[in-house]
C-alpha cells in the first residue's frame, strides 16, 4: 500500500547535492491505521479507509466510536478514504508508516487550498482595474459590462465575477520525495503543497 495520510507542518529550504538549494514541505505523514476495507462483493468498489492522530473518545459521537471499535483501532481524529485496485485483500488494523516511502519517489498529493473568503475579479481572475480617469469613478475594480442583447438576455454560465475563492480540493502530482525520517514520521516533499499549516494531505505514492 502507497498511500498515507499526513498533516502539513511548513515550508523549509532543503540543501541537495552540490549545496543546491530546494523549496520544500514538511510533512508529519502517519502512522495510519486501517480501519475499514470496501470491496467490490459488497460495496461495489475497491477501497480502505485510514485513520490518522489519535483523539479522545469523549470527543468522537458514539456512532464512530463503535465504527472504531468494531475494528479494534484506536479513536483517530481523521479519516480518509483510498481507492485503488486491490485494496479489498488489505486487512483491517494495518499500520502505514512513512517507511513505505523513499527518497526519489514520486507522489500525488490532495488537500484543500486556503480560503480567501469573498474576491473581486481582479485577485480572483487577475483582471486589470478600469481607467483611473476619463469618467470612471467608483467602479475601477469592478468587472464591466456583462450583459447580453435581445439574445440570451442572460448571463452565461461560467462568467468571472466576483465570488468565493480558494477552500477548494486541489490534487499536485508528479512532487518528489527528498528525504524521510521515519522515526520521527516526517516527509520532505520538494515544492509547496495545498493548504494552510496543520493542514490534512493525502499521499499517493504514483507508479514509475
Excluded at 464591466?144 to 499536485?172: E, Y
Amino acid at each position: 500500500m502507497d498511500v498515507i495520510l499526513g498533516k502539513k507542518l511548513g515550508m523549509a529550504s532543503f540543501f541537495g547535492p552540490a549545496g543546491r538549494e530546494f523549496p520544500v514541505t514538511i510533512v508529519e505523514a502517519g502512522p495510519c491505521k486501517v480501519v475499514q476495507v470496501k470491496t467490490i462483493e459488497k460495496d461495489k468498489y475497491e477501497a480502505i479507509q485510514l485513520g490518522f492522530a489519535n483523539q479522545k473518545e469523549s470527543r468522537v459521537n458514539k456512532p464512530l466510536t463503535g465504527h472504531f471499535k468494531k475494528a479494534g483501532v484506536e479513536v483517530k481524529k481523521y479519516l480518509k478514504e483510498f481507492r485503488f485496485t486491490g485494496a479489498g485483500k488489505v486487512a483491517v488494523g494495518t499500520e502505514i508508516t512513512v517507511a513505505a516511502f523513499s527518497e526519489g519517489d514520486n507522489l500525488s498529493v490532495e488537500g484543500v487550498s486556503k480560503g480567501k473568503g469573498f474576491q473581486g475579479v481582479v485577485r480572483r481572475w487577475g483582471m486589470r482595474l478600469q481607467g483611473g480617469s476619463h469618467g470612471t469613478h467608483e467602479s475601477h475594480r469592478g468587472p464591466g459590462s456583462i450583459g447580453q442583447c435581445t439574445w440570451p438576455s442572460r448571463v452565461w454560465k461560467g462568467k468571472h465575477l466576483p465570488g468565493r475563492m480558494g477552500s477548494d480540493k486541489v490534487t499536485i502530482k508528479n512532487v518528489e520525495v527528498l528525504k524521510t525520517i521515519p522515526e520521527k514520521n516526517i516527509i520532505f516533499i520538494k515544492g509547496s503543497l495545498p493548504g494552510a499549516k496543520n493542514g490534512i494531505l493525502k499521499i499517493r505514492k504514483l507508479e514509475a
